[in-house]
């Protein structure tokens, strides 16, 4: 009779954890499914591991505002990506920029056009599925073609290349970074590199359906080092630093081809090298569409 009782006993318990464990995959599959139709979810001021999947194209409209100094800067792009594989994928962006200079006693001065476009591509290398979780790392290489307007941007090409390393999960993910940007000598002055490193730690606060809206915020960490530029191949000592920002967002998707990122990036340390003004509140936006 003992014998008996135990027996049910622990094919009870068997029971449920098996339940547990189904109930999990059900909710899992439609969250992480990042080779499917739905969107990933990713950081917005950093490089993520993401991959649209074979035959997909993205749209991502965004708007970027930032201050420095004297200077506001606005930019608008559009864009465009498409999965040539399950893991491989190319785009290209075209920005539309408009710079404003204010100088105490001299009044204010503004200049606008088309930036050079962007050339891209991403291939995500690695990737591993568990039950609840979704690991994956990319590599990313892009090139910019030196024909936009010349009031805003450069007569040479500039080159930039990252890899990522992230998981996703139902409530939580998390994102690594580093990511170098190179620009090519203009006119015998070259700004400084760009040397980026980051962390994203993301969160959904509370598991919906298939149906309903989903919302996750994230909370980056970005570091940029900024090399001294040059002029006639003499360092420019009133440039370049090291510098600190922090970065919440929050992303909401009101459906799995549609998704609304926002956010802020707040400088919290800066080492300047010579005379310079801080760097201050950047602010993005960005609509992502996916057909």
């Not at 547990?20 to 080779?35: D, F, H, Q, R």
């Not at 400084?192 to 606060?205: K, N």
């Not at 960490?221 to 920002?245: C, I, P």
């Amino acid at each position: 009779m003992i014998s008996s009782l135990s027996e049910e006993f622990v094919m009870k318990i068997m029971l449920q954890k098996n339940l547990e464990k189904l109930t999990l995959l059900l909710l899992v599959v439609p969250v992480i499914s990042w080779n499917g139709a739905a969107l990933a979810h990713a950081p917005l001021f950093m490089m993520a591991p993401e991959a649209p999947g074979k035959g997909a194209f993205d749209l991502h409209t965004s708007l970027v505002h930032s201050r420095h100094g004297g200077e506001r800067r606005t930019e608008s792009e559009l864009e465009f990506t498409y999965g040539l594989s399950r893991d491989f994928a190319l785009g290209f962006g075209v920005l539309f920029s408009r710079e404003e200079h204010f100088e105490d006693g001299m009044g204010q001065s503004a200049a606008s056009g088309i930036d050079n476009p962007d050339i891209f591509s991403q291939w995500r290398f690695w990737d591993r599925d568990t039950l609840g979780a979704k690991y994956s790392s990319a590599i990313r290489l892009g090139v910019t073609a030196p024909v936009g307007d010349k009031s805003v941007e450069r007569n040479k090409p500039t080159i930039a290349g990252g890899i990522a390393y992230g998981m996703e999960s139902i409530k939580w993910y998390y994102v690594f970074d580093a990511r170098y940007r190179f620009d090519v000598e203009d006119d015998n002055t070259k700004s400084g590199d760009l040397f980026f490193a980051d962390f994203a730690v993301g969160l959904r606060p509370q598991l919906g359906g298939i149906e309903d809206t989903d919302t996750v915020l994230f909370l980056e960490f970005n570091y940029m080092n900024e090399r001294r530029a040059k002029a006639n191949g003499v360092d420019n000592l009133d440039s370049g630093g090291d510098f600190l920002f922090i970065s919440p967002e929050i992303l909401i998707s009101p459906n799995n081809r549609t998704m609304i990122r926002t956010g802020v990036q707040i400088p919290v340390y800066q080492e300047l090298n010579g005379v310079q003004k801080p760097k201050d509140i950047t602010f993005k936006f960005v609509l992502e569409l996916r057909y």
